[in-house]
T-cell receptor, first 114, second 115 residues
Framework: EAQVTQNPRYLITVTGKKLTVTCSQNMNHEYMSWYRQDPGLGLRQIYYSMNVEVTDKGDVPEGYKVSRKEKRNFPLILESPSPNQTSLYFC?????????????FGAGTRLSVL | KQEVTQIPAALSVPEGENLVLNCSFTDSAIYNLQWFRQDPGKGLTSLLLIQSSQREQTSGRLNASLDKSSGRSTLYIAASQPGDSATYLCAVKKSRETSGSRLTFGEGTQLTVNP
């Protein structure tokens, strides 16, 4: 089954404690990205990757890092989480680079930073 | 900067009704527009994708239209069912996007279909 898998689904942590949210897709997609969803602000892109070892900033990259060492994985790293990073996070992937194709989303990771 | 607006923010209808969800965007230079469904506690599921050169797309009881020049799209749901209850999001991709396939999302319309 084609899918985008995020882990964990729920996470509660404290300020400053480094964490990683994993994302994996089994569709051999080139393009992957991370979004956060906040009430009143909708979904906003954090980072994206157009292929292995190619990543770039989205609209709200501050406080986040990503890596793309393998095509299937695109982890989101919070080196020193802060309460304003409490949000619902989604990973997405799509085939090709031109955006013609449908983006597939993971089930989401709800993060609370205390 | 592209802004996407969805009206209404919430909609409640009895089962069986036909309904229309609206999406408007400020920059008409889009590459495509996509409608998603989001269920509570779950991710987004793509419903329909319309390329900028297309006027509409249909899938089952769903029909999405695009009027690029006026910056509008509608999602028509025929014969609504309780299982259609969800939040519906529209998202646009800019033309000649040099920063990947970034989507700009609306805040969504929360639909409730009452049995």
């Amino acid at each position: 089954e084609a899918q985008v898998t995020q882990n964990p689904r729920y996470l509660i942590t404290v300020t400053g404690k480094k964490l990683t949210v994993t994302c994996s897709q089994n569709m051999n997609h080139e393009y992957m990205s991370w979004y956060r969803q906040d009430p009143g602000l909708g979904l906003r892109q954090i980072y994206y990757s157009m292929n292995v070892e190619v990543t770039d900033k989205g609209d709200v990259p501050e406080g986040y890092k990503v890596s793309r060492k393998e095509k299937r994985n695109f982890p989101l790293i919070l080196e020193s989480p802060s309460p304003n990073q409490t949000s619902l996070y989604f990973c997405a992937s799509s085939r090709g680079l031109e955006g013609k194709n449908i983006q597939y989303f993971g089930a989401g990771t709800r993060l609370s930073v205390l | 900067k592209q802004e996407v607006t969805q009206i209404p923010a919430a909609l409640s209808v009895p089962e069986g009704e036909n309904l229309v969800l609206n999406c408007s965007f400020t920059d008409s230079a889009i590459y495509n527009l996509q409608w998603f469904r989001q269920d509570p506690g779950k991710g987004l599921t793509s419903l329909l994708l319309i390329q900028s050169s297309q006027r509409e797309q249909t899938s089952g009881r769903l029909n999405a239209s695009l009027d690029k020049s006026s910056g509008r799209s509608t999602l028509y749901i025929a014969a609504s069912q309780p299982g259609d209850s969800a939040t519906y999001l529209c998202a646009v991709k800019k033309s000649r996007e040099t920063s990947g396939s970034r989507l700009t999302f609306g805040e969504g319309t929360q639909l409730t279909v009452n049995p």
